[in-house]
């Protein structure tokens, strides 16, 4: 790669300092009325979810929480949310083998998003675990003009399989273009053969200091 010509693209919603800001998707929170009291527990696997919780009705933050992601526990934290669990992995089979083994009594609700990598719901039944479902928002893709298309040699960082979906949706991939991504599951959505590298945590700081030590 090239060093001197190497700039950094954060394709996240949430823009940080030293990258340029190039968000691929956009949120809609659904409408409903949830009624948390019949649950022991809440399942959220990311801040968007626990938002769109906050924006449907605030006694969610009653129930104790199982929140995938160091970001996710302090997105529950900072509005009143008690945070039971965080799982020291974030990969969707292993996530579910630790639910099945210290929750399998527990009725949890998992707040998610319309599209998922992984069935939860239905790797739990297997285990004879019932995983109640609410889909309280979706993803969509933010749309950009060819012109806005990241120049060569550019590092880009991947924080979902939702934004490689989107990126591609509207630019394409470059074989100059090396990918940062989030994790091994979103690893999957890129294009074959695409030159990349994992972040060392789960993190969008721990993809940025990746991408910094790449130039």
């Known amino acids: 790669m090239g060093k001197e010509a190497s700039m950094i ?3 996240s919603p949430e823009a940080k300092e030293g990258c340029i800001h190039l968000p691929m998707i956009r949120f809609h929170t659904f409408e409903k009325e949830i009624i948390f009291d019949t649950y022991d527990m809440l399942m959220f696997t990311s801040k968007q979810a626990v938002l769109s919780a906050e924006h449907s009705n605030k006694d969610w933050k009653k129930v ?7 970001a996710t ?4 934290e900072s509005l009143g949310g008690t945070v039971e669990y965080t799982p020291e992995t974030f990969y969707a089979k292993t996530l579910t083998e630790t639910i099945v083994k210290n929750f399998q009594n527990k009725k949890i609700l998992y707040l998610r998003p319309k599209e998922v990598s992984f069935d939860s719901k239905g790797f739990l039944a297997s285990k ?22 990241p120049e060569k040699n550019a590092i880009i960082i991947f924080t979902s399989p939702s ?3 989107c990126f591609l949706k509207s630019f394409g991939w470059d074989e100059t273009y090396h990918a940062i991504v989030i994790g091994e599951v979103t690893k999957k959505y890129l294009p074959k053969n695409a030159s990349m590298s994992v972040a060392n945590e789960p993190l969008i700081d721990a993809c940025i200091k990746k991408a910094k030590s790449l130039i």
Do not use: F, S
């Open 73 to 76: 526990a302090k997105q529950i």
């Open 9 to 11: 693209y954060l394709l």
């Open 128 to 149: 004879g675990i019932a995983l109640y479902e609410e889909i309280i928002y979706e993803t969509a893709c933010v749309h950009y003009a060819k012109k806005d298309k």
């Open 64 to 70: 104790p929480c199982i929140a995938i992601g160091n």
């Open 163 to 165: 934004t490689i979906h």
